[in-house]
């Protein structure tokens, strides 16, 4: 049995973030270049999935379109038709940095609802854990207006799907692309039922978020976990978080569904993070995370894709990631792994950083303090 699904379409590759001077718009001073936010990362993990045999050993799962109810529970009804009515016509921007073409409403229509297929498949028992490779991103995407590349709140809309189960009652969401979830947060800022934790780099994306004060409000406080690291990151520190702050955090909610913002940015080959993370690291990640599925939830996992920017190296994390979650093995050999240094491991101002993390977590939950 093939016990990890997998949700893929042509269409997410026919978003168009458009000529780019990398990130800043084509002015008409400077050649233009291609869009960092353009589909050659996707496309590159999928035909390395090909051509050694690990899409076949995944259950493909078809995506469809997310409906407007279900868009409406965390996007207004007034910025969804602004995305409908710009893509209808030639494009534009959906709110900060994030441009579009024509037909990108559909198509983000389809990565929202390809992450709620992934989604059912786990609930309904097909598969026990999935990836969903979808494009447009969506984490940063807030109530009223996109922001960072990403159009609607992908993980955030099927989270509350997936809470009308009965099955369900309670998700929590993992985050470790480099720049901070804040659409995600803001989503359930407000909202017990969902635990959220981001892993990213301190002060990159969105500017002046994620800090580890922000920890909900209401009947939601102490339910928002930042971990903002210092640059210069890379295995030991992320390797410490999960074992000092995600785990424990993950044991203590008992989550009936575990998601995750899978951002490949954080690698050290990024041209838009300053991290430094391997293949290898987010394997460990991965494992981690299939372990407390297992331990918590009936090993309920859905992996989904969000940013990621050096079409040479995605694929082999992606690859990476996909085998943690399978137990197959693709044959695939990251060639880069030879670059793991004394950089990588955890360094004194990193160790610093998750200590106030972690006490900032311990005094929301418990009122208590850790100086290890």
């Known amino acids: 049995m093939k016990t990890t699904g997998f949700v893929w379409d042509e269409k997410y ?12 718009p084509v002015s008409g001073d ?21 051509a050694y045999g690990l899409t076949a050993k995944l259950h493909s799962i078809e995506p469809f379109s997310a409906s407007l109810e279900q868009l409406g529970r965390c996007h207004t009804a007034k910025y969804i038709s602004h995305i409908k009515e710009l893509s209808d016509d030639k494009g534009g921007n959906a709110g900060e940095s994030t441009p579009f073409g024509p037909g990108s409403y559909e198509i983000a229509l389809l990565a929202a609802g390809g992450v709620i297929a992934a989604g059912n498949a786990i609930l309904d028992g097909q598969v026990k854990n999935a990836y969903a490779l979808v494009r447009p991103c969506g ?7 996109g922001r ?5 709140s992908n993980i955030a809309i099927a989270a509350k799907e997936f809470l009308q189960r009965d099955l369900i009652n309670k998700i929590a969401v993992v985050d470790w692309d480099v720049h901070h979830g804040n659409g995600t947060e803001s989503a359930f800022y407000e909202d017990g039922s ?12 969105p500017y002046n978020t994620g800090g580890i004060d922000d920890q909900g409000s209401g009947v939601g406080a102490g339910f928002n976990i930042n971990i903002p690291l210092p640059p210069g990151s890379g295995g030991g520190a992320y390797r410490k978080a999960f074992e000092s702050i995600v785990i424990p955090a993950l044991d203590r909610f008992e989550p009936d ?15 838009l993070g300053h991290m430094m993370l391997l293949s290898s690291h987010y394997r460990f990640m991965t494992e981690k995370l299939v372990e407390t599925a297992e331990k918590v939830c009936a090993g309920r996992l859905l992996v989904v894709h969000e940013g990621g920017y050096s079409a040479g190296y995605v694929p082999f994390c992606g690859i990476a ?4 979650l399978s137990g197959e093995e693709s044959g695939v050999v990251d060639p880069f792994s030879k670059y793991e240094s004394a950089w990588q491991d955890l360094q004194e101002n990193q160790e610093a950083a998750l200590v106030a993390a972690k006490n900032a977590w311990l005094k929301a939950t418990l009122g208590e303090q850790d100086s290890t």
């Open 194 to 205: 969902v635990l959220t934790i981001s892993l990213h780099e301190d002060s990159l994306y």
């Open 13 to 24: 590759m026919w978003h168009d973030a458009g000529n780019a001077l990398g990130v800043l």
């Open 148 to 152: 960072g590349f990403c159009i609607f």
């Open 30 to 50: 400077f050649q233009p270049w291609v869009h960092f936010e353009n589909s050659e990362t996707k496309r590159r993990l999928k035909n390395l999935m090909d």
């Open 257 to 271: 569904m575990i998601l995750v913002a899978n951002g490949l940015d954080a690698s050290t080959w990024d041209p």
């Open 139 to 145: 984490h940063h995407a807030e109530v009223d207006r």
């Open 321 to 324: 990631i996909m085998e943690a």
